[in-house]
């Protein structure tokens, strides 16, 4: 298992400007999954790309990823209050269980 | 909802006493995982099972121990208790191994005091 490392640490918006927080990871994957917690309550899935995959869409995420150089990028747009979470990504390899960093504390103020 | 059922909620105890917290997977999903989450640790998984089998073990405490029963249910027991162990704990299921898609529970809190 490996766990990504997710930055920056804590990001600060406008409602309606773009979010983007990138996640580096250090060996090969089978795919790459982006996990977000509200306040004191369980993750919640968003998203998953594969090795395979470069980008990923799902309403306003976009998920990237350059295997080359072990990185992917989670951007949301148009960002609203309810976004306001923290992020984490999940690099997985085959058959190892998820593995989460420190997450990156999105806050979005209206 | 997730469909993952934990509980209690909240639990308050004393230091060196024992808890087990309880954890109902997804309907269907056999892997069972538990994490710990704490301020200065992070999120930390602890264990998973595998329909009833330990599969993959992470930053678990001798202290703690864990197990799935035959109806898929999981219970983490905790013992020994110290202030440090009070944290969220988080029991999260999947539908067949490691890899895939997993649905979090929303968390047992424990209190040590």
């Known amino acids: 298992s490996q766990q990504g490392e997710e930055d920056p640490q804590a990001l600060s918006i406008q409602e309606g400007e773009n979010a983007t927080m990138n996640c580096s990871y250090k060996?090969?994957?089978?795919?790459l999954q982006w996990y977000r917690q509200n306040s004191g309550r369980g993750l919640v899935h968003l998203i998953l790309i594969r090795s395979n995959e470069r980008e990923k869409h799902s309403g306003r995420l976009r998920v990237t990823l350059d295997t080359s150089k072990k990185s992917s990028s989670l951007l949301i747009t148009a960002s609203r209050a309810a976004d306001t979470a923290s992020y984490f990504c999940?690099?997985?390899?085959?058959?190892?269980?998820?593995?989460f960093g420190k997450g990156t504390t999105l806050s979005v103020s209206s | 909802d997730s469909g993952v059922t934990q509980t209690p909620k909240h639990l308050i105890t004393a230091t060196g006493q024992r808890v087990t917290l309880r954890c109902s997977p997804r309907?269907?999903?056999?892997?069972v995982y538990w994490y710990q989450q704490s301020l200065d640790q992070g999120l930390q998984f602890l264990i998973q099972?595998?329909?009833?089998?330990?599969?993959a073990k992470g930053n678990i405490l001798e202290r703690f121990s864990a197990q799935q029963f035959p109806d898929l249910h999981s219970e983490l027991n905790l013992s020994s208790l110290e202030l440090g162990d009070s944290a969220l704990y988080f029991c999260a299921s999947s539908p067949e191994g490691a890899g895939n898609t997993i649905y979090f529970g929303e968390g047992s809190w424990l209190t040590v005091v």
């Open positions: 060996t090969s994957i089978n795919n």
């Open positions: 099972y595998y329909n009833g089998e330990e599969r």
């Open positions: 999940a690099p997985n390899q085959a058959g190892t269980a998820l593995i």
């Open positions: 309907s269907g999903d056999l892997s």
